[in-house]
């Protein structure tokens, strides 16, 4: 036997649906934000990763920082995933989400080209830890916004909530 | 009033209703995220991912030990399909009232049904 549904009730259900998926997003929004060990983390291992490939390294040099950068970050984003109490669906994620992570890469990746240019008559040991410290610097306060502005984009801003409305 | 297809009867009750939404907008998510944010009992919650589970609508699955264990919840295939059939069936009805109601003109944003 089916249970008769009429469009007030009906209504009621999609709304009542969006409230457990805001609560996702908040959870979402509160782990990619407010995680400062990620986020220190993150920025102490690109600073030691910079400033040692700054020295001029030979090539066994260059390809163990870069080992050692890479699974120092695998480590910790394992270690961040497990300390998550949930994973957003892969449907959740937009084209901004996207655009947000590889406008930071070329941000700080364009901030290290930059300093590199602008320290060339410097010290190797010296440039190396300008442009390390340039580039943490602009991956630290563009981290905030950009991680805001692609969390706008998961909860669908810009369109009109029911609470608007009234 | 007749229901239109894709109306399930197993996720309608309000409860059900909340977890499924939940999980649909998850990879998964753990017991304790689902009971805080729904505001539900340890058992209360049980009981429905039982039910949800015998319906092959979630998978529960267990990892770690003593302090350190947590139960992953995960919506199926057939769970996300059915949800997705069943906010469909919801907007349906909704559609069918017309703009007199006023709730078909303010339809909820497509994520919900996502």
């Known amino acids: 036997m089916s249970t008769p549904v009429d469009a007030e009730q009906a209504w009621q259900d999609l709304q009542r649906i969006r409230v457990p998926q805001e609560r996702v997003y908040d959870e979402y929004e509160r782990a990619a934000s407010g995680s400062r060990g990620m986020t220190y983390g993150t920025a102490a291992l690109m ?97 905030g916004p950009a991680n805001r502005w692609a969390i706008d984009s998961v909860r669908g801003s810009g369109e009109p909530t029911e609470e608007a409305d009234r | 009033m007749s229901t239109p297809a894709g109306f399930d009867e197993l996720i309608h009750p309000s409860t059900r209703l909340s977890v499924v939404a939940l999980l649909a907008a998850t990879e998964w998510a753990d017991f304790a995220f689902i009971r805080d944010s729904l505001s539900l009992s340890d058992s209360a919650l049980s009981k429905q991912l039982h039910t949800l589970q015998e319906a092959e609508y979630l998978e529960i699955q267990k990892e770690g030990g003593g302090r350190n264990r947590r139960t992953k919840v995960r919506l199926t295939d057939r769970g996300r399909t059915a949800f997705e059939g069943h906010v469909a069936a919801l907007r349906a009805i909704v559609d069918s009232a017309g703009p007199a109601t006023g709730a078909a003109r303010k339809q909820p944003r497509a994520e919900a049904g996502r």
């Open chain 1, 47 to 143: 600073w030691l990763f910079l400033a040692g490939v700054g020295l001029d390294l030979p090539l066994w040099g260059l390809l163990l920082s870069v080992g050692a950068y890479a699974g120092l970050l695998g480590a910790l984003i394992v270690w961040s995933g497990r300390r998550n109490r949930m994973q957003l669906h892969r449907s959740r994620f937009t084209g901004r989400t996207l655009l947000a992570f590889a406008a930071g890469g070329v941000l700080v990746g364009g901030t290290v080209v930059l300093a590199s240019r602008l320290t060339e008559p410097l010290e190797p040991i010296y440039a190396g830890l300008i442009q390390a410290t340039a580039a943490v610097a602009v991956y630290l306060l563009s981290l």
